[in-house]
């Protein structure tokens, strides 16, 4: 069975840094695409970033450059370093797993291809 947890959620002063942890069971993080998505009250789920199957990356074109993420294969956990946070930034952030090892390209950063998801961490960002 598949867990993800993820954790390093908080709140923080504009221009500050957090880093996010998704601590990953029954799932190997370096098998298939894996990446983290955002919700804010009222809004949808958006990408942030991923990784495909293949190791390379994706990021979402507004926050490239601020978010960074990385794996630890080692440690089974997926990150995401977001530094320069804005206050719009605030929001529920999730990490997903999908269940195979199919490519997605520019469909890493769509929810609906994510079978295993987290139950999120919270991100509050004042001004």
């Known amino acids: 069975q598949v867990h993800l947890v993820e954790s390093g959620g908080g709140s923080v002063q504009a221009g500050g840094s957090l880093r996010l942890s998704c601590a990953a069971s029954g799932y190997t993080v370096s098998r298939s695409c894996m990446g983290w998505f955002r919700q804010a009250p009222g809004k949808e789920r958006e990408g942030v970033a991923a990784?495909?199957?293949?190791?390379?990356?994706r990021y979402a074109l507004s926050l490239k450059g601020r978010f960074t993420i990385s794996k630890d294969n080692a440690k089974n956990t997926l990150y995401l370093q977001m530094n320069s946070l804005k206050p719009e930034d605030s929001a529920m952030y999730y990490c997903a797993a999908r269940g195979d090892g199919a490519r997605l390209l520019y469909g890493t950063l769509v929810s609906q291809n994510y079978n295993y998801w987290g139950q999120g961490t919270q991100v509050t960002v004042s001004s």
């Open positions: 990784f495909d199957s293949d190791g390379s990356t």
